[in-house]
Nanobody
Framework: QVQLVESGGGLVQAGGSLRLSCAASGRTVSRYAMGWFRQAPGKEREFVAG????????RYADSVKGRFTISRDNLKSTVYLQMNSLKPEDTAVYYC????????????????????WGQGTQVTVSS
């Protein structure tokens, strides 16, 4: 079992920045690929960014490329999502997710491939 706890959400004006954190516990996190997803009111949950277990491979949704950066610190068992140039359409609940994979370069955008999920943190961007 892996437990995931997100933090760092809040209210920010358009053009501002936030950094989300996802603290993982329970297993050797360095063997898990991690991802960030988000769900806006009335919409389905969507992929935002993913990172391989050792951090050597990352993936991004087209809507956040160039603005968001995913990273991880395996010594701290934490994954980060740095969000810059935020837009009102980035408003959503952001979820952290994890999947075990022995391929160090595995990073997936597919929601159903993730086994563990956090409770989410709210991000609100005002115009």
């Amino acid at each position: 079992q892996v437990q995931l706890v997100e933090s760092g959400g809040g209210l920010v004006q358009a053009g501002g920045s936030l950094r989300l954190s996802c603290a993982a516990s329970g297993r050797t996190v360095s063997r898990y690929a991690m991802g960030w997803f988000r769900q806006a009111p009335g919409k389905e949950r969507e992929f935002v960014a993913g990172i391989s277990s050792r951090g050597g491979n990352t993936r991004y949704a087209d809507s956040v490329k160039g603005r968001f950066t995913i990273s991880r610190d395996n010594l701290k068992s934490t994954v980060y999502l740095q969000m810059n140039s935020l837009k009102p359409e980035d408003t959503a609940v952001y979820y952290c997710a994890a999947v075990y994979n022995t391929n160090f370069y595995f990073a997936t955008a597919t929601e159903w491939e993730y086994d563990y999920w956090g409770q989410g943190t709210q991000v609100t961007v005002s115009s």
